[in-house]
């Protein structure tokens, strides 16, 4: 057996399950993502009607069930921090938010000229330059259309859905490159890990550099975020890019409000602007996914690509149709609001699915804002 393989379920046999986000423990080996030493933070603000409001009722919702930190800005401004078990010192995994931040460094990798999203992948993936996956462009694993096959499939690598050795695995950047088209890009829409996965690698590849200190030159030093740290599959090796971005609140608040203010901050321009309204026009029949970003409730019961279990339904649209988020597993998720200037934070373990609302949360703060 190869050696990456019996590595991998040697990790599967002592696996304990999901651990908890704010576990950032488990999550070895890592590579850090360089901050800055005096990281400032957002101060709280008391100035606006908004502070003052009452929200005890929906903040008893959100911490009934096991939230571990939840924060508000209203123009830039922190409004609303509370934490339970938890602090802003603090890091937890980010799970699929990470996909965004992947979506913000290959929106900077073209703007340097290092890549062009509209290009095929196998310009950076000679692996696929002799079957139907030479067809799929960058913008296709973006747009989450590649046609590769599911990271739920059963039986996948191993015998096991791809899901499992592209978390836990040590070489998962040559299980990624292995995962076959099973149809024509463009020809439907499914949430697949595998897709942000290769796009780390094809960044990497187009700039030369680890994913790690492409972050923190690009995002992280400037807009003045503390260290994080980047989960790999193995000692220097491979980045996990569609998950397990090691941050801290604040420095989530701080990329919230990057892309609130389309790539602008103190004064320059770290993201082209234009990038925004590609990365927000719709990419699926439901109208509700981007490039690497959500941009309307889950209205539905389910989500291709996403297990049931960990779907959670949203019983009514959002009152801004123009917000967009961030979500990761078991509801990590940033709301951004351009309209009313509305940024929100929730970081914990998996809600009670019976007791908790996809939107919910966010349309009580846009109630309180507008009363």
Known sequence: ???????????????????????????????????????????????????????????????????????????????????????????????????????????????????????????????????RRREIAIADLLAMQSGLRSDLHWPGRYGLPDILPLFMGSDIARLALSVPAVADAGAYWEYNNVNSQILGIILERATGRNFADYLSEKLWRPLGCSDADIYLDRPQGQAHTFTALLARPHDWLRLAELIRH???????????????????QPRNADADYGYHIWLKAHRKRSVRGIPKTEHFYASEDFLDPDT?????????????????????????????????????????????LRA
């Open 1 to 131: 057996m190869p050696s990456h393989a019996l590595k991998f379920l040697q990790r599967l046999l002592s696996y304990p399950g999901i651990r908890p986000v704010a576990d950032v423990h488990w999550y070895a080996p890592r590579i850090k993502v360089a901050g800055c030493p005096q990281a400032p933070a957002f101060m709280m603000s008391s100035a606006h009607p908004f502070a003052t409001r009452d929200l005890e009722p929906l903040l008893a919702s959100v911490f009934a069930q096991p939230t571990h930190a939840f924060l508000v800005l209203l123009d830039g401004q922190l409004v609303l921090e509370r934490y339970r078990d938890y602090s802003r010192q603090h890091q937890s995994n980010s799970m699929s938010m990470m996909k965004t931040v992947l979506a913000l460094l290959l929106a900077i990798a073209e703007s340097d000229g290092k890549l062009d999203i509209t290009a095929k992948a196998a310009e950076w993936l000679p692996e696929w330059r002799h079957d």
């Open 262 to 280: 389309r790539g602008e901050h103190g004064g320059q321009q770290l993201i082209p602007a234009a990038w925004f309204e590609r990365m927000e």
């Open 324 to 368: 967009i988020y961030l979500e990761g597993l078991h509801q990590q998720t940033i709301f951004i609001s351009r309209r009313e200037r509305l940024v929100a934070l929730r970081i914990g373990e998996k809600p009670n699915k019976q007791q908790w609302d996809g939107s919910h949360v966010w349309n009580g703060l846009l109630r309180a």
